[in-house]
């Protein structure tokens, strides 16, 4: 069944590209050190060759989905081209991370992994981690095709690594020593770069559609204000490790200790307060009467289950095949899992994609219809226009000369007050421009406001019906001009 093609632009634009490239490596820095604590196997390959091989991973298969997506590929082609994608690149991980170490011949590649999951000593082997690592990088590579980029996606991003960093922190540096090291200012660097690119390419889509050129002056002053912040960053992380912060940090745990001690002896009589009051509760309630019982009653029950865990215990193992033969199964029934909701959650996003170009081709049909009321409404407005125009022909030539004195009249006012210094700028209106005026002409504010009131009825249209209205202004200009005359030219 063949499918309306989508309505937006995919043309390649270096501001996107950045920013998925930028958003793929904020991705990476933090997931790279979470990888390698997983295990000593995974751990052994250095952390530069980890992260390159990840991010040529990732960004193949969002090349591979969005060039599979121009072809208008079935959904099954896609699945199978994406399915020796991560087979390809599970081969890779093998070879130059897990097995690098070892001179490994390409039949090694595929049996070792066979033999590895078949292993009883080894619950979860290296190979498994390699296998869901290649699996989430190419479902998150895949799933960007169809992202939108912008700077909410990178907020997003931003808080999703900060955490990330966190938890590794709290999890592993405080147990291993370990750190993030220098992913973490990449992090940074490239969480700064891609924000400001996902900016620009969002403000020339806001353009209606211009897109913002690829200069090197604003490629260059984004590198180098991202590069200081990184260094900025860098430079305080140090001086943090430095003896004057320590010392430092000793002062302020000092106080906050001093502090501590300070609130702990003024809320000390509450806490003794409500100690006291809790004790002669549980003296009332008799507690020392029913507990006992209870916890007698709770150990019954754990023991009543743990009973019959055994006996289910017994059972499964005379049901079950030999654990040899489960292992390998539940592991390679875990792969085929983690790949099939992969490629799902990829179909159903195709799919969902699919049905939203089909909605904007019905809604461009509706669009057109909408074309057509519209200029139909502007038709009728020219009409009136027209009409108006025609019936106001009887007036006379008199009603349009007295127009254009008028206008004549305030252009010669404007023109002798910037002969003052007092121009009019040009975002500034007629009645904002009386306001300029009143240190120039105090005592004629009143001959100014009819001057302008006059120029904009004239404006918009209103023409005057007698000769007494340009008298009037005539009259009023010629005080001005008068005032203006009797002051010496500015300048």
């Not at 009467?289 to 499964?316: I, K, N, Y």
Request: proline share 4%; with cysteine.
């Amino acid at each position: 069944m063949a499918h309306a093609p989508p309505l937006h632009n995919r043309r390649v634009h270096p501001w996107r590209e950045t920013a998925r490239w930028a958003q793929a490596v904020m991705a990476l820095c933090w997931l790279v050190p979470w990888y390698r604590a997983m295990t000593p196997g995974t751990h052994a390959a250095g952390q530069g060759e980890t992260f390159f091989l990840f991010l040529g991973i990732t960004q193949g298969a969002h090349y591979l989905a969005r060039g599979m997506h121009a072809l208008r590929l079935r959904l099954r082609v896609r699945r199978v081209l994406l399915v020796l994608w991560m087979g390809a690149s599970a081969l890779c991980v093998f070879w130059l991370l897990l097995y690098a170490h070892l001179s490994a011949s390409w039949e090694a590649l595929f049996t070792r992994p066979v033999r590895a999951f078949a292993d009883v000593q080894a619950v979860l082997p290296d190979e498994l981690f390699a296998i869901g690592i290649v699996v989430l990088l190419t479902w998150r590579g895949a799933l960007t095709a169809e992202q939108h980029i912008g700077p909410r996606a990178f907020v997003g991003s931003f808080r999703l690594g900060v955490v990330m960093f966190l938890l590794f922190s709290l999890v592993n540096t405080l147990v291993t020593g370990e750190t993030p090291g220098v992913l973490l200012f990449v992090f940074l660097f490239a969480a700064l770069a891609g924000m400001a690119s996902a900016r620009l390419a969002v403000m020339g889509a806001l353009r209606g559609g211009r897109h913002s050129a690829f200069d090197r002056g604003w490629v260059l002053a984004m590198a180098l204000a991202a590069l200081v912040t990184s260094a900025l960053a860098l430079w305080a992380t140090r001086w943090a490790d430095s003896g004057f912060a320590l010392a430092l940090g000793r002062v302020a745990a000092g106080v906050g200790i001093g502090l501590l001690a300070l609130l702990t002896l003024v809320l000390l009589p509450v806490v003794m307060a409500i100690v006291w009051l809790l004790l002669q509760a549980l003296a009332l309630l008799r507690v020392d009467s029913w507990l006992p019982q209870a916890f007698r009653h709770l150990e019954d029950l754990f023991r009543a289950l743990a009973e019959w865990g055994a006996q289910v215990r017994g059972l499964l193992r005379g049901l079950l095949p030999d654990p040899r033969l489960m292992k390998p199964l539940l592991l390679w029934a875990l792969v085929a899992g983690m790949v099939a909701l992969a490629l799902s959650w990829l179909g159903w996003q195709v799919a969902r994609q699919r049905q939203t170009d089909v909605e904007e081709a019905h809604r461009a049909q509706w669009e057109i219809s909408g074309v057509w009321r519209f200029l139909w409404q502007r038709w009728q407005t020219r009409a009136r226009l027209l009409v108006l125009q025609v019936a106001r022909l009887p007036l006379g030539r008199r009603n349009l000369l007295r127009a254009e004195r008028i206008r004549q009249v305030y252009a010669e006012f404007v023109r002798a007050c910037a002969l003052q210094g007092v121009p009019r700028p040009l975002a500034t209106t007629p009645l904002e421009f009386i306001t300029l005026t009143e240190e120039l002409l105090p005592a004629l504010q009143g001959e100014v406001r009819l001057l302008t009131e006059a120029y904009l009825r004239v404006r918009y249209g209103k023409l005057p019906e007698s000769d007494a209205e340009v008298a009037a202004v005539e009259h009023a200009w010629m005080l001005v001009k008068q005032a203006l005359h009797a002051k010496k030219p500015a300048g």
